[in-house]
């Protein structure tokens, strides 16, 4: 079982950065795969970034090359970092943990964790 907890949304004008973080509970958060998606008003959750089980990261084609994702497991941490955000980008972020044995990172079926999202806007 696996805790998740986000932290770090707000209001940024559009240009901006901000930094989500996702802190796990429990000692085998190593194990699992991390992930970020986001739910826009009235759209789907959609997948943002993840890890993939060699290690590597995959994202979205709307935020490769602005947006982060990295983890501590010293601190049972997963982190998004968000640069040069857009209006577009306004939506509830959530982390997810994936565990072993899943193949499709971008998909949020493939994820058995979640935390309760973190709210980011950005203004124009």
Do not use: H
Request: some cysteine; proline content about 4%; hydrophobic content about 30%.
């Amino acid at each position: 079982q696996v805790e998740l907890v986000e932290s770090g949304g707000g209001l940024v004008q559009a240009g901006g950065s901000l930094r989500l973080s996702c802190a796990a509970s429990g000692r085998t958060f190593s194990r699992y795969a991390m992930g970020w998606f986001r739910r826009a008003p009235g759209k789907d959750r959609d997948f943002v970034a993840a890890f993939t089980w060699s290690g590597g990261t995959i994202y979205a084609d709307s935020v490769k090359g602005r947006f982060t994702i990295s983890r501590n497991n010293a601190e049972n941490t997963v982190y998004l970092q968000m640069n040069s955000l857009k209006p577009e980008d306004t939506a509830v972020y959530y982390c997810a943990a994936r565990s072993p044995g899943t193949n499709t990172p971008t998909r949020p079926g493939d994820y058995d964790f979640w935390g309760q999202g973190t709210q980011v806007t950005v203004s124009s």
